[in-house]
């Protein structure tokens, strides 16, 4: 699966980590470093949700959403929006 280093959210640069060892969730996306970190664990379509979900944290970053919504209504709408990126498009190419 491709897994590019680097990733252009509206053109903010976004360094990729997949090997994380020892993390406790699938990913984690940090909004001081604009750094995501992808659990070594995640396999399969369970990788290609998980780097979907992080990405849409990094979208409501760079576009200022996250400023205006909680914690819990951004989790919903990454999941739903990465789960429906995920199974309309079969991302499996990731
Ligand atoms: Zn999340």
């Known amino acids: 699966m491709k897994k590019p280093p680097v990733v252009d959210v509206m053109g903010l640069l976004v360094r990729m980590s997949y090997n994380g060892e020892n993390v406790d ?11 995501i970190v992808i659990s070594e664990e995640e396999k399969g379509q369970r990788y290609v949700r998980t ?13 200022g959403v996250h400023q205006a919504i909680s914690e ?12 429906f990126l995920a199974e309309t498009f079969k991302m499996d190419f990731l």
Request: aromatic share 6%; glycine share 6%; hydrophobic share 35%.
């Open 72 to 83: 819990e209504l951004e989790e919903v709408i990454v999941e739903v929006y990465s789960n």
């Open 25 to 35: 969730e699938a990913g984690h996306y940090d909004r001081t470093t604009k750094c």
């Open 51 to 63: 780097v979907l979900h992080e990405l849409g944290h990094a979208l409501l970053d760079r576009s």
